[in-house]
């Protein structure tokens, strides 16, 4: 089965949840269906509200409330980036414009905000004390990751403080998606927690290789420029590995001294990294914890869903890489 | 009993509602620490979690899940100050300066955020679905109406559309703070409904008595320049019974094509609205919303916080006036 058949399987819901999730704008202003109908046409993979829908169907949630569920992680992600394109001031996100572009920036903070209403509403309708609560420590987790990474000073970044990281920004809202689809099913603690790791897993997987497409796509395919953590000053784990073994690059030395302004070193350094052996030693990063995801799958009942979610995980290390 | 001592009443348990949400900050980033401690230390009467304590202790709600309630309350209010103030570039909020004055735009919005989480967190706190549901849609109803409000057309507001406003901004949360304290009690469906229209009620006489003072008060204490409103072209209830009255007047006109830049012309309007029987209309109208809150709470236990709630309620349209 391959990665666009597992998407397949569960198609319909999909469309479910989109559907769900333009409804939240009924009785609001206009702009707001506008602004969810646009946020909703740029596409993107669904991977979220998709790795949400398999675990809860493997584990026969309420399909209503998984649709809720599914739709409420994917607007708080959705919200996130509202929030956070404003904020790096980006003008494309998956090759169409952001909505920071056609709006203020007073409305884009507002939409951000009604979206974030509207996930917290949705997360609500599971009927689920549990879920609200682990709904809104993952929104909290998320701000307060990205408030530590504004904080924070420029320099070399720790494996631990990137890990850190990537768990806030990635990692948590896959957690909550698997480990609230089993909370919805009537499954016991055991599996509740190997839904929870298996969302952890391939969370951090899937961060680490969007970090490494950041250094080896082109624009085009990533709809962004190449090496814009490194432009922004963001360490990721295939710069952290290019340093380890490059301590003396002049590019580098250039760097960190906070100069990330000079295009012609930063093209240079981001183009060694993605030449060197650190892109390979990040895949296999991700590729162990996609591993552990596979090995935590097989608690489970053997059923389709199981076959997807593990074709899902491993699609996360070879999408378009 | 006067003002002070109803809001004494329960100083003890407002102090609970404080340290709370400090507590939220627990565990995270220091600045978010810092920005708690900042937007708590501007004072304010604290009136929302004063109310839903009222309310909440006077039907019997379970202490523990009520200061979770108010501090919830207090939190998305105070959320919405934060990107408000973002929004408007208001340098000052009750006197102290406004967070955006000291953190960078994406800092102001990221504390927002993680404001709304914390409050998200405390709401769910309650371990009531009910109240989760409430709270998420006061908060969609709040920013729906901001977003109203920022693509409107100016020109002179109607009546209607005025009330929708207000209610949108101020009265809806009055009204869930009220409404989900009953609702932590086990009262019926008659009490619910009775504190649901007391709380609306008052939040709507809070919002008219605000929009009177800001005709009326001197900078120095609202902490912000009078007649601000209508310096963001926002048409308030004073302004709507004094165009009615006087159609003419030719500051108006200038206002009414837009040009809002005329210093000398709209403080000239403005101290002609202060000084006309606008003044007293409105407050008229926000003694009927008062009354309206007196007569409700007749159905409640006669008890000492009925008292204070009745005290309250005359309170809001005599403060400071």
Known sequence: MNQVQTFELIQDRIQLVEERIIAQSDGHHPELRAA??????????????????LMGEM???DPDKLINLAA?????HTATLVHDDLIDGALLR?????LNTQWTPAATVLAGDFIFACAAKLASETNSVTVMQMFAETLSIIVNGEITQLFSNWGISHRNDYLKRIYAKTASLFEVATLAAAVLSNFGEDIR??????GYQIGMAFQIVDDVLDFTSEQSTVGKPVASDLRQGLITLPAIYY?????????????????NYQEESLTRLAHAISESGAIGEAMNEASQYVDRAL????????KPERQSLEDLAKYIVYRDY
Do not use: C, W
């Open 36 to 53: 969810l109908s646009h946020l909703l046409s740029s596409g993107g993979k669904r991977i979220r509200p998709t790795v949400t829908l």
């Open 59 to 61: 584990l026969e949630a």
């Open 72 to 76: 409420a992680i994917e607007m708080l």
């Open 94 to 98: 998956r090759g169409i414009p952001t």
């Open 193 to 198: 927690e190997a839904a929870r790791i298996y």
């Open 243 to 259: 340093f380890d073994a490059h301590p003396d690059d002049p590019d580098l030395q250039l760097l960190l001294q906070g100069n």
């Open 295 to 302: 090995e935590v799958l097989k608690v489970f009942p053997k």
